[in-house]
């Protein structure tokens, strides 16, 4: 339809093409220098072991959530929205306070062993395959749990409706209902989880390492930092690139939102049957709820003595994780908020370009990349922070642009030629219309870029020095010096930060919007 | 006077078209079976849409380079025509200064505006605290602040019951009667177009026919309206 040129006409295309630039120069400065390159048989193992461990995570995190999810979707129990609501946490908890709650539960001195030793059994290692897969289905079960039970909700209140007037047993149910449910949402679960996995680099640093569990992000960040050999790194960041840029892809054309046939928008609860798949449904419940808890309340349990005695680097490092991630939200925010504005009357291939092109790579390739452009100009350590925080605009981009784009998309339906029939336009439309109707999105969304930008580790574990190290990395130094209870009291101060941030934009949000 | 000169719309199939005057002042409904373009008709007006071919001109002066706000139109919708996170009063101001810096004139010419339509004291409510009713009205009230010369109704009373329809459309001639403005209103219900008190324009085949008077209309129908009033 014919219409008339948008003010942000201007705006967003130069945005999205410096955007663009801030992906696709490290990309290519990672092909110049790394083309060429011959990897050795280290670098092939640490490919199998990427592509390994990330099938491995995808597989058992969604297998696992299965059951879960079902139990959710069918039971109704006091605590249930409490339950749903831990879910979501995992996706906002720093990976190395992941790691850390997972090392005090399943680690050599932890409960498990404990257990084990008392009842006369061999203790077990969390180090190498699967500890990583173990750190990656804690982190990633949640989500798997979350997307399946929505494709669960999705199943036509008149589909179950019929089922029961036909008498299905579960397994019938099973058959008919949620078998085919499975079929569409399972492969897009998983293959989510896959790239997730494959960009792992925090869970890998700690609980993998030497030739048999080293994945490509590690290999680059050993090439960076002990043997300086750039040459290597770039191609190691080129062969990331490559398979995570194919992972995403498939990734991209599976996930698709549940939607099993057309019904009437009514929800209808499928049948709780009783008898042992009731047991089965507690016992899923309950060991999903321990497997969650459990390790997080070993980081409360063995952080809060050390709170008042906190090793020196702790604080100024929370100061500089806070400043980061601070600027990284605004900036990410502002950035999507112009993207998604511009894209809200039809798609602006240049927006949603630069809002897509970083879902296929990762931090350590994109500093990989701006190591090598930065470093012949200046020492890339003394701009450590400036990098992290471009990294993490470009990397939390395509969130917050997914959460904005169907709000402002929805806005400009809803009061768009009501907004330009009254001249609204610029600061005012700004200031009247855009932030009071969005501060709920923008707020949720600026929240999670914030509590994202306050867990990383990824690009700053590449350029720190002491002098640059933000809170997640001084955890995971205190955690390889075996200073445990010094990393727990550090991690229950990062925790608590990224959440507090992502409590502080999303509340503000809601409050805003109210 | 507005002029439409040779106005042409295409949208792949769908076409429209339109080459009349209509003096200022005018009440003109716009009616015609459901797709046949009448508020694509408006939007064209309104600068929502840009025609593919034509102009549109007020007072002889080209609007084509106008964006929608600055147009000497005020536009009504079916829905929406309030923005739900403001006031009855901000939105109002709207109409006066998008800013929102209201000067104490402004607000009392705002207060003006509400007594005007029967909504003093409720200045100070959220869109959702009003019935359906006292938002049209407040709607059409911020019309009345805008003052603007041209005044398109876009079915903003269908949702309406016919007391209360007929109610806001006696208002709507009471407002028009204060500012003389010229009045495009597009309806489906011949009544409304009766109760208007003007001209018609028909839609038909992709034209808009020049308005006529609705009177005159009805009591001697061409065979297009004979066949949508006997589907009504």
Known sequence: ?????????????????????????????????????????????????????????????????????????????????????????????????????????????????????????????????HGVVLAHIFLNLPLATRMILQGWLAIPAERIRLAQSLGFRPAETFRHL???????????????????????????????????????????????????????????????????????????????????????????????????????????????????????????????????????AVLPAAGRSVLVALVSTVLATVAALTLALASSRRTQPLAEAAATLPLATSGLVLGTGLFLLIQPFAPPMRLALPVTILVNVALSLPYLYRI??????????????????????????????????????????????????????????????????????????????????????AALILVTLSFALFWAFDAGGRRAAA | MLRLDRLTYRQGDFQLGADWAAPAGSRIAVMGPSGAGKSTFLSLIAGFLKPTGGKILWQGQDLAALPPGNRPLTILFQDQNLFPHLTVAQNLGLGLRPDLRLTKADQARIARALDRVGLAGLDARRPAQLSGGQASRAALARALLRARPILLLDEPFAALGPALRDEMLAL????????????????????????????MAFVSEGIVLPPVPTADLFADPTPEVQAYLRRK
């Open chain 1, 404 to 489: 904005l784009l169907p709000e402002t998309r929805a806005l400009q339906a809803g009061y768009g030629r009501l907004a330009e029939s009254l001249g609204l336009q610029g600061w005012s439309r700004l200031r009247w219309l855009i932030l009071p109707r969005l501060a709920r999105p923008l707020g949720f969304g600026a929240g999670i870029a914030a509590a994202l930008s306050m867990g990383d580790l990824g690009v700053i574990a590449l350029f720190a020095g002491q002098q640059q190290a933000t809170l997640p990395l001084v955890v995971s130094q205190l955690t390889g010096a075996y200073r445990i209870e010094a990393a727990a009291s």
């Open chain 1, 178 to 312: 949620e078998g085919p449910m499975l079929r569409e949402v399972l492969p897009g679960v998983a293959m989510v989880i896959l790239v997730i996995c494959l960009t792992s680099f925090a869970v890998v640093l700690t609980l993998g390492g030497g030739p048999s569990a080293t994945t490509i992000e590690l290999a680059i960040y050993q090439a960076v930092r002990f043997e300086f050999d750039l040459a290597r790194a770039a191609g190691l960041a080129g062969l990331q690139l490559a398979v995570g840029a194919v992972a995403a892809l498939v990734a991209w054309g599976l996930a698709r939102p549940a939607a099993f046939g057309a019904g009437l928008d009514r929800r209808l609860d499928l049948s709780a049957p009783d008898g042992w798949r009731r047991w089965v449904d507690v016992l899923a419940l309950t060991m999903a709820a321990l497997f969650l808890i459990l390790p997080l309340a070993a980081v409360l349990l063995r952080g809060v003595p050390g709170l008042l005695d906190l090793p020196a």
């Open chain 1, 1 to 129: 339809m014919a219409s008339r040129p948008r003010p942000l006409s201007l705006l967003a295309p130069a945005l999205a093409v410096l955007l663009l630039a801030l992906v696709l120069a490290p990309l290519a400065a990672v092909g110049w220098r790394g083309a060429g390159v011959s990897l050795g048989p280290a670098d092939a193992a640490a490919v199998r072991f990427s592509i390994a461990q990330a099938l491995l995570s995808a597989l058992f995190s969604t297998l696992l959530a299965i059951p879960v999810a079902r139990a959710l979707a069918r039971r109704r129990f006091p605590g249930r929205s409490a339950l749903i609501t831990l879910m979501g946490a995992p996706f906002l908890l720093p990976a190395v306070v992941a790691v850390l709650g997972l090392l005090a539960v399943f680690g050599r001195s932890g409960l498990l062993n404990q257990v084990l030793l008392a009842l006369g059994f061999p203790p077990i290692s969390i180090y190498g395959l």
């Open chain 2, 172 to 199: 709507v001639r009471d407002v028009v009667d204060d500012t003389g403005a010229l009045v495009l209103m597009v309806t489906h219900d011949p009544d409304d177009a009766l109760a208007l008190g003007g001209m």
